[in-house]
Each structure stands twice: as C-alpha cells, then as structure tokens.
C-alpha cells in the first residue's frame, strides 16, 4: 500500500479541479463577440427574433454596434417614403376603355395613347397633386371608364357622380386636332385633365347645398385652373377682364383663380376644400373673403389692372 504526502494529495485534488472545469468548457455553447456571427443555429435565431427591439420590447431601438436597426416590416406601397405616395394611390383610379369608334378617327386616339389606363392614370394622379395636400381631402373617387366615340358636337364631357365616373373624349374632335399639325397627345392630356378634376374636385352639391347662381361657372374655371397649371391650357386660351369674374366658365374664371393663387399661396387648395359637399354650408363667393382676407369685388378690380396676365401675357396666372 502506497503512502502519498498530504501535498501530493492537494496538488492531485488541483489537477482533477482543473480537468473538470474545462471539460464543462468544452461543452457549452460559444459566446459571439460584438459584430461577429454566431455559429450556433439556435442563437442565432434567438437574436434575430430580437432584433429591432429595445429592452421594452419597443421598435426603435439600435443594434448594439451602432449601426441602424432593419426594418422588420417594410411599408406598405401605400405609404411609402415620398410624401405623395398616398395621395398618388387615392387618385389612381381602375380603369375601362370602351373604344366605339374602330375607324380611322379612333385609331387617332390609339396612335396617340398606346397606354390609355397608364396615361390616365398619371393624369389623375397630376390633377390631385395641384387640387389637394393629403388623401384625406380627397373626395372620393374609385374608377374611371373612357369612351372615345365620334361626337361631332362635344369635344368631351364627365358624367356620373362619386365612385364610377365616365368621361368621353370625341375622337371628330381628335381626328380635326391631328388634320390642323397638333399634338394629339396633348390635346388629349388637356382634355382628361380638365374633365378628371370633375372627377376628384368638390363641388358643393348636396341637399341644401350648391344654391349658388353662377357655382357651375365656378366649378368649369377650377377645372380649367388644373389644366392650366399643369401646363397644358385649352388652345387659344386668354385672359379675360371684362364684365364679372364669373359670368362665364372655363379660361374666363380660370386665369383670375390661377392669379389669386399666385398672390395668395394656397389659394386653388383652399378654394376646392370651401365646396366640399355636405358640410351643411352652401358655397358663396364669400369664401374669397375668409380665405384671402380680401373681398372677391376687390380682388376682381386688382386683377383688371395685372399687366402681367392680359392679352397673350400669362406670366402671372397660370
């Protein structure tokens, strides 16, 4: 029987320590450094489930390198980083075309727009971002179906209300534009233009509402005013200073609201949200007055004596 030394029995004790701890080492899971990835799959997984969470479970929180946290749920189309994107998606509407004309006059209409429901579309689009700020302003407006038809009488027209709107562009009319050298496209663009503000526009009609005599007269310079300032004004188009601003539609009240706008920023904006329907208040010019703080009559007076938007000048309304 052999003896050991009380300090052969400690140091043996020591070693047989030292042995087991890095055996229970040896088999526990690795420790990722800050920045480096982690080998094993279960930890892995682990962080992920994590990542993007603070302490409290909130979403802002950065990684612990410093570096921004991703984005565990992307934005949706709708409400993407341009400031526009959701006011572009209220104002694109679906889309029909019923091409009743099939003879030489609609393939002047084929020829010009290859893509109907992309070109309107983007006309929408033009015609909400000169009318409105964000989508919640939007009157409602959902689809759009365009009849080109050979309409002698009429160059185009908007019917139906709030939903499913028509508009009808004359493809006479188009096949005279194309006969006279002009850009069909852009007689086109013009037209879908002045009609798809009707489209998307307030217009004060509501029970008890609208009661203002000369409101259509208004409403038809709005939708000229669009036109206009998208860049596309009807041809031939010029101020007009005789009489009263609103004794006639179109270009007439068009180049005075374009150059009330230009004094007073906002004002097309704001114009368009006095006549939205069903607020219990019936349109009255009176809304020059609260939007400006200056009288129509005044502003009328102010307008007859602009140099700069008389004759084929245009430098200041449009």
């Given at each position: 029987?052999?003896?050991?030394?009380?300090?052969?029995?400690?140091?043996?004790?020591?070693?047989?320590?030292?042995?087991?701890?890095?055996?229970?080492?040896?088999?526990?899971?690795?420790?990722?450094?800050?920045?480096?990835?982690?080998s094993d799959p279960?930890?892995?997984?682990?962080?992920?489930?994590?990542?993007?969470?603070?302490?409290?479970?909130?979403?802002?929180?950065?990684?612990?390198?410093?570096?921004?946290?991703?984005?565990?749920?992307?934005?949706?189309?709708?409400?993407?980083?341009?400031?526009?994107?959701?006011?572009?998606?209220?104002?694109?509407?679906?889309?029909?075309?019923?091409?009743?004309?099939?003879?030489?006059?609609?393939?002047?209409?084929?020829?010009?727009?290859?893509?109907?429901?992309?070109?309107?579309?983007?006309?929408?689009?033009?015609?909400?971002?000169?009318?409105?700020?964000?989508?919640?302003?939007?009157?409602?407006?959902?689809?759009?179906?365009?009849?080109?038809?050979?309409?002698?009488?009429?160059?185009?027209?908007?019917?139906?209300?709030?939903?499913?709107?028509?508009?009808?562009?004359?493809?006479?009319?188009?096949?005279?534009?194309?006969?006279?050298?002009?850009?069909?496209?852009?007689?086109?663009?013009?037209?879908?233009?002045?009609?798809?503000?009707?489209?998307?526009?307030?217009?004060?009609?509501?029970?008890?509402?609208?009661?203002?005599?000369?409101?259509?007269?208004?409403?038809?310079?709005?939708?000229?005013?669009?036109?206009?300032?998208?860049?596309?004004?009807?041809?031939?188009?010029?101020?007009?200073?005789?009489?009263?601003?609103d004794d006639a539609g179109y270009a007439?009240?068009?180049?005075?609201?374009?150059?009330?706008?230009?004094?007073?920023?906002?004002?097309?904006?704001?114009?368009?949200?006095?006549?939205?329907?069903?607020?219990?208040?019936?349109?009255?010019?009176?809304?020059?007055?609260?939007?400006?703080?200056?009288?129509?009559?005044?502003?009328?007076?102010?307008?007859?004596?602009?140099?700069?938007?008389?004759?084929?000048?245009?430098?200041?309304?449009?």
């Amino acid at each position: 029987m052999h003896r050991y030394s009380p300090e052969r029995v400690h140091l043996a004790l020591v070693l047989l320590a030292v042995c087991l701890l890095l055996a229970a080492c040896a088999g526990s899971t690795p420790v990722a450094d800050a920045g480096q990835p982690i080998s094993d799959p279960d930890a892995a997984q682990a962080l992920d489930a994590g990542a993007g969470t603070d302490a409290s479970g909130g979403p802002d929180a950065a990684p612990p390198d410093g570096s921004s946290a991703p984005d565990a749920s992307p934005s949706p189309p709708d409400a993407g980083s341009s400031p526009d994107a959701g006011l572009d998606l209220k104002c694109t509407p679906t889309f029909t075309l019923q091409l009743e004309d099939t003879g030489p006059k609609g393939q002047v209409f084929a020829d010009a727009v290859p893509d109907p429901e992309a070109f309107a579309q983007e006309t929408g689009r033009t015609v909400c971002k000169i009318l409105y700020r964000s989508p919640e302003e939007v009157r409602d407006a959902n689809h759009l179906t365009l009849i080109i038809r050979d309409d002698p009488q009429y160059p185009g027209w908007k019917a139906g209300d709030v939903g499913d709107i028509t508009v009808m562009i004359s493809s006479d009319h188009l096949a005279k534009v194309k006969a006279q050298g002009q850009d069909v496209a852009r007689e086109i663009r013009g037209i879908l233009l002045h009609e798809m503000t009707h489209m998307y526009q307030h217009d004060d009609k509501a029970p008890g509402e609208g009661t203002y005599g000369r409101l259509g007269n208004v409403i038809e310079g709005v939708a000229d005013a669009v036109r206009i300032r998208a860049g596309y004004p009807p041809t031939g188009a010029r101020p007009s200073k005789s009489g009263a601003w609103d004794d006639a539609g179109y270009a007439k009240p068009a180049f005075f609201l374009l150059w009330v706008d230009g004094r007073h920023a906002g004002f097309l904006h704001d114009l368009n949200l006095s006549m939205v329907a069903g607020d219990g208040v019936a349109w009255t010019p009176d809304a020059f007055l609260s939007i400006t703080g200056v009288g129509v009559d005044a502003l009328w007076s102010q307008y007859a004596g602009a140099a700069c938007c008389s004759g084929t000048s245009q430098l200041c309304c449009n």
